[in-house]
């Protein structure tokens, strides 16, 4: 059967994508010409990479364009992929470019692009139902389970990151302390409990306790030792201060892998205290959860096994293409009893396509949810647990050497240890050195690490995060940042 395209006053180049039937292409084979382009183009995009600059300011009038009231009638794909090519994909963030370290961001993979591009073509629901995508988060479930050390009946879902996968953890722990009703009648302020992160927690444990209704009074900042980890003594005595008070410890939040630094708490000793006191145990291992893969890492990450639930994302040091965040839960019973409700258009039957054991709406706050399983499960499988690990690994040596070379300066120095991947350095002074040249190295395109404080003072950041970053990247930062200092004082 032959398709009518509607008549239309259309652009010169391409075909029009819809027919008076439907939104299908009106000449497929128009369309796999311009697919296959746009496939080509994304593949040269990041062949070639290394020969552009980490990053480029959107131009203004770019921007301006990006004003428009809505399109009514139709436009050639092909016109807007031009578009596209000329006005979005040269303004990226530039974390897929090697020379990118800035806060922590993963690199991509040319897997991860092409498995999204097929979950979009599936255009799969993973609220629940019967299908095979449901089987295949399931699976990514399980190897998460087996990378922590948790037990494989643990409950697993991808969410957006990993500050949902931390709020998803923090009512999942009130469910535990206070039971199902809680969903019915809140927490009642008599309850007081009270929730423990260290000062290096990220900011988005502190949302999560807002979020919740809680109220961020209700969090405890732990101070950290000289190495940024949660110091253990201190929590002891807080939490069992608190408990004289009449206060309840609700959820204690281990770090593996802080945002600034990469320090990880030790987790099993963390994991005694929140026990000792009945608090729900909870790693927030963002990017290190991926140490896991790494025999030589592994071992830093010793007593996340022991955690009631991790959150983590495969998009940062996964590689897997944003998003895909996670969050696993030891006892699946309470992280269903803390979302499952089953309304008549939900309901579950023994067969057809409405049955399944699974859904993955009765384990979190979504419902319609999108596939991001099959990206991270392309990823893993092609790539292997093995080869991610060297590439963690990797990144982690890169970190190393930059510090290393940091640390042969007279103009620099290391703000903190490196622990794993992340190196925090800066210029004693002049006093705004550190963020002209952060800002100097995005402005020239020459690289892209951030700033953070430690101790009080502005330093450069730079995170290893990316699989492509290496030791020349390193030696490109250090090299553009000494020229960078000597410029700031000479101007
Ligand atoms: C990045 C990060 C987060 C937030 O994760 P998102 O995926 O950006 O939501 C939380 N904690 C740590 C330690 C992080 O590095």
Same mark, same amino acid.
């Given at each position: 059967?032959?398709?009518?395209?509607?008549?239309?006053?259309?652009?010169?180049?391409?075909?029009?994508?819809?027919?008076?039937?439907?939104?299908?292409?009106?000449?497929?084979?128009?369309?796999?010409?311009?697919?296959?382009?746009?496939?080509?183009?994304?593949?040269?995009?990041?062949?070639?990479?290394?020969?552009?600059?980490?990053?480029?300011?959107?131009?203004?009038?770019?921007?301006?364009?990006?004003?428009?009231?809505?399109?009514?009638?139709?436009?050639?794909?092909?016109?807007?992929? !031009?578009?596209?090519?000329?006005?979005?994909?040269?303004?990226?963030?530039?974390?897929?470019?090697?020379? @990118?370290?800035?806060?922590?961001?993963?690199?991509?993979?040319?897997?991860?692009?092409?498995?999204?591009?097929?979950?979009?073509?599936?255009?799969?629901?993973?609220?629940?139902?019967?299908?095979?995508?449901?089987?295949?988060?399931?699976?990514?479930?399980?190897?998460?389970?087996?990378?922590?050390?948790?037990?494989?009946?643990?409950?697993?879902?991808?969410?957006?990151?990993?500050?949902?996968?931390?709020?998803?953890?923090?009512?999942?722990?009130?469910?535990?302390?206070?039971?199902?009703?809680?969903?019915?009648?809140?927490?009642?302020?008599?309850?007081?409990?009270?929730?423990?992160? $260290?000062?290096?927690?990220?900011?988005?444990?502190?949302?999560?306790?807002?979020?919740?209704?809680?109220?961020?009074?209700?969090?405890?900042?732990?101070?950290?030792?000289?190495?940024?980890?949660?110091?253990?003594?201190?929590?002891?005595?807080?939490?069992?201060?608190?408990?004289?008070?009449?206060?309840?410890?609700?959820?204690?939040? =281990?770090?593996?892998?802080?945002?600034?630094?990469?320090?990880?708490?030790?987790?099993?000793?963390?994991?005694?205290?929140?026990?000792?006191?009945?608090?729900?145990?909870?790693?927030?291992?963002?990017?290190?959860?991926?140490?896991?893969?790494?025999?030589?890492?592994?071992?830093?990450?010793? =007593?996340?096994?022991?955690?009631?639930?991790?959150?983590?994302?495969?998009?940062?040091?996964?590689?897997?293409?944003?998003?895909? =965040?996670?969050?696993?839960?030891?006892?699946?019973?309470?992280?269903?009893?803390? @979302?499952?409700?089953?309304?008549?258009?939900?309901?579950?039957?023994?067969?057809?396509?409405?049955?399944?054991? @699974?859904?993955?709406?009765?384990?979190?706050?979504?419902?319609?949810?999108?596939?991001?399983?099959?990206?991270?499960?392309?990823?893993?499988?092609?790539?292997?647990?093995?080869?991610?690990?060297?590439?963690?690994?990797?990144?982690?040596?890169?970190?190393?050497?930059?510090?290393?070379?940091?640390?042969?300066?007279?103009?620099?120095?290391?703000?903190?240890?490196?622990?794993?991947?992340?190196?925090?350095?800066?210029?004693?002074?002049?006093?705004?050195?550190?963020?002209?040249?952060?800002?100097?190295?995005?402005?020239?395109?020459?690289?892209?690490?951030?700033?953070?404080?430690?101790? !009080?003072?502005?330093?450069?950041?730079? $995170?290893?995060?990316?699989?492509?970053? =290496?030791?020349?990247?390193?030696?490109?930062?250090?090299?553009?940042?000494?020229?960078?200092?000597?410029?700031?004082?000479?101007?």
């Amino acid at each position: 059967m032959t398709s009518h395209p509607r008549k239309r006053g259309q652009g010169s180049t391409g075909r029009l994508f819809s027919t008076e039937r439907d939104l299908d292409p009106a000449d497929w084979d128009a369309a796999r010409v311009t697919a296959h382009r746009m496939l080509d183009d994304m593949l040269d995009h990041i062949e070639t990479l290394r020969s552009r600059p980490v990053w480029k300011e959107p131009p203004a009038e770019v921007v301006s364009r990006f004003r428009e009231p809505l399109p009514r009638s139709e436009r050639a794909l092909s016109d807007v992929h !031009g578009q596209f090519l000329e006005e979005i994909l040269p303004f990226g963030t530039g974390n897929t470019h090697p020379g @990118f370290m800035g806060w922590v961001h993963g690199g991509g993979t040319v897997v991860g692009m092409l498995a999204e591009m097929l979950a979009a073509g599936l255009n799969a629901n993973l609220g629940g139902r019967n299908h095979m995508a449901i089987h295949v988060e399931r699976q990514i479930a399980y190897w998460a389970a087996e990378m922590l050390g948790f037990p494989t009946d643990a409950a697993g879902l991808f969410v957006t990151g990993t500050s949902i996968a931390n709020f998803i953890a923090l009512l999942t722990a009130r469910n535990a302390m206070f039971g199902r009703d809680v969903r019915a009648t809140g927490i009642k302020p008599s309850e007081k409990p009270v929730i423990y992160a $260290a000062r290096s927690a990220h900011d988005c444990v502190r949302r999560a306790v807002e979020m919740s209704g809680l109220g961020s009074n209700a969090l405890r900042i732990v101070p950290t030792d000289q190495a940024g980890r949660l110091e253990v003594d201190m929590l002891e005595t807080t939490i069992a201060q608190d408990r004289r008070r009449g206060l309840r410890p609700l959820m204690v939040v =281990g770090t593996a892998g802080t945002v600034d630094t990469g320090a990880i708490d030790d987790l099993t000793e963390v994991a005694r205290t929140a026990r000792r006191h009945g608090a729900w145990f909870h790693v927030d291992a963002a990017f290190g959860a991926m140490a896991a893969l790494s025999p030589r890492l592994k071992p830093l990450l010793a =007593g996340i096994e022991l955690a009631d639930s991790v959150a983590f994302d495969f998009h940062k040091w996964g590689q897997v293409p944003y998003d895909a =965040g996670f969050v696993l839960v030891r006892d699946a019973g309470v992280l269903k009893a803390t @979302f499952a409700s089953q309304p008549d258009y939900l309901r579950r039957v023994g067969r057809g396509l409405a049955a399944g054991d @699974f859904w993955p709406c009765d384990y979190g706050p979504d419902l319609s949810r999108g596939f991001r399983a099959l990206k991270t499960w392309f990823t893993l499988q092609v790539y292997g647990a093995d080869r991610l690990g060297q590439m963690v690994e990797r990144c982690c040596d890169v970190a190393g050497y930059l510090a290393e070379r940091i640390a042969a300066t007279s103009e620099f120095e290391l703000a903190a240890p490196v622990a794993l991947n992340i190196v925090c350095f800066g210029a004693r002074h002049p006093a705004g050195c550190n963020e002209w040249i952060v800002e100097e190295l995005h402005m020239r395109g020459l690289a892209a690490p951030s700033t953070t404080t430690i101790d !009080g003072k502005t330093v450069i950041r730079a $995170a290893i995060v990316n699989h492509r970053t =290496g030791f020349e990247e390193a030696d490109r930062l250090v090299d553009a940042a000494l020229k960078l200092k000597r410029e700031f004082e000479n101007r």
